[in-house]
Nanobody, 123 residues
Framework: VQLVESGGGLVQAGGSLRLSCTVSTESSRTKHMGWFRQAPGKQREFVAA???????YYPDSVKGRFTISRDNAENTLYLQMNRLKPEDTAVYYC??????????????????WGQGTQVTVSS
């Protein structure tokens, strides 16, 4: 199973981007999915997660601006990012896991990762 992100790019502050993560094949290992980001010199940071029942989770830093969604028929995960800020600049990664009862905000709980896509927000 491979995860491939797309949709990153350069955008001005206040703008929007939509990231996509395509899953190569339907798999139970993508039961729960998430987005993380990593800026240079910083640890990987939780951005959003969605369970198989479509329950969503966000940290305060993106709540109200970012929306995670999934299309199981298309094997695709999305992250709609609005009102972007320069501090949102990072490489964004999608991830997947089938572990039950875990904290989806912790990157170590995910088993599959994409290669990342760069998002740069200019001020």
């Amino acid at each position: 199973v491979q995860l491939v992100e797309s949709g990153g790019g350069l955008v001005q502050a206040g703008g929007s981007l939509r990231l996509s993560c395509t899953v190569s094949t339907e798999s139970s290992r993508t039961k729960h999915m998430g987005w993380f980001r990593q800026a240079p010199g910083k640890q990987r940071e939780f951005v959003a997660a969605i369970t198989e029942t479509r329950k969503t989770y966000y940290p305060d830093s993106v709540k109200g601006r970012f929306t995670i969604s999934r299309d199981n028929a298309e094997n695709t995960l999305y992250l709609q990012m609005n009102r972007l800020k320069p501090e949102d600049t990072a490489v964004y990664y999608c991830a997947a896991t089938d572990l039950p009862g875990i904290n989806l905000g912790i990157p170590e709980n995910y088993q599959l990762w994409g290669q990342g896509t760069q998002v740069t927000v200019s001020s």
